[in-house]
């Protein structure tokens, strides 16, 4: 919650987007323990979505903002339970397809915003 705040605050920064991203995707990595699962769903319920959506389009040209937005994405999205399902259809609502998409033609030298944005779709 506290990444979530800090993005939230402070869009237009990149570094705060990078760096909240990253925080956003290693907390909710893991989908084995119900206690990984509960902190991708309150990241998910504090706007976190919204707000990886909103960095990656706030920060196209940035490849550690798409990087990390695209880890974040996809770790808050795994599940495959009905909230994890919730959670991708949530990322798709705001807009997650096509700021996965537009990481990926954006940074088409980068391998690693190749693989987290074809992860994430």
């Known amino acids: 919650e506290v990444a979530v705040a800090a993005m939230l ?58 990087l990390g937005g695209c880890m974040a994405m996809g770790s808050v999205c795994s599940g495959t339970d009905a909230a994890g399902l919730a959670r991708r259809q949530r990322a798709a609502d705001a807009g997650g397809i096509e700021v996965a998409v537009a990481a990926l033609q954006a940074h088409p030298q980068v391998a690693e915003v190749q693989a987290e944005g074809c992860r994430v779709l």
């Open 9 to 66: 605050a402070h869009p237009q920064v990149a570094h705060v987007q990078e760096y909240g991203c990253w925080a956003v995707a290693c907390v909710c990595v893991g989908t084995d323990d119900a206690a990984a699962l509960a902190r991708m769903q309150r990241t998910a319920d504090a706007g976190g979505i919204e707000l990886i959506v909103a960095a990656l389009q706030a920060h196209p040209q940035v490849a550690v903002v798409q």
